[in-house]
């Protein structure tokens, strides 16, 4: 019976209400921490921001808009040239070590010189990549001849540039 009436205490003490956090007030002075400057030096640097704004600011020239234009005449003309195509890539390899990255490599063109593989590196990996494949029906065929040499090839949607011959 008195242990009846300690638990029923403890919960009454427990689930007294608290003060809400609304009439709790604070303060603190941190004007001791900040820094004073001088407004003279606020004056001093606004005239040199605009100067430097109409030194280096110049429109553009007819020389820089012949360059311009001739760089978006070649993406134009690549454009024309091939698409992007969504495919497959073999990857052989990835991991972070280059000397076993140029190994699988120089293996990959051994057993398989068609498939052209290539390094890439995104760091801290290096990966090799071989083959491009419009077709996932061939791609999952050479991939099985590609894993009985190296067991760890996976076969990866990737999207590619495609240029028409």
Known sequence: MRINRLIILFLLVACK????????TYSEDLSVYR???QESAF????????????EF????TRHLQQELDSVIRIAQEQ???GKYV?????????GNSRA???QIKSGMREFFPELNPKISY???NFRIKAGRFKDKLKANRIHQQVKEKFPKAILLPERFFLKYE
Request: zero cysteines.
């Open 100 to 102: 076993e990255a140029n």
């Open 86 to 94: 969504d495919g497959y890539v073999i990857q052989v390899y990835s």
């Open 35 to 37: 820094h004073e400057m």
């Open 17 to 24: 209400a608290s003060t809400p956090p609304s009439l709790v």
């Open 79 to 81: 454009n024309k040239a």
């Open 57 to 60: 600011y110049k429109p553009l």
């Open 43 to 54: 004056k001093e640097k606004e005239p040199t921001k605009q100067k430097v704004k109409q």
């Open 122 to 124: 995104r760091q801290p």
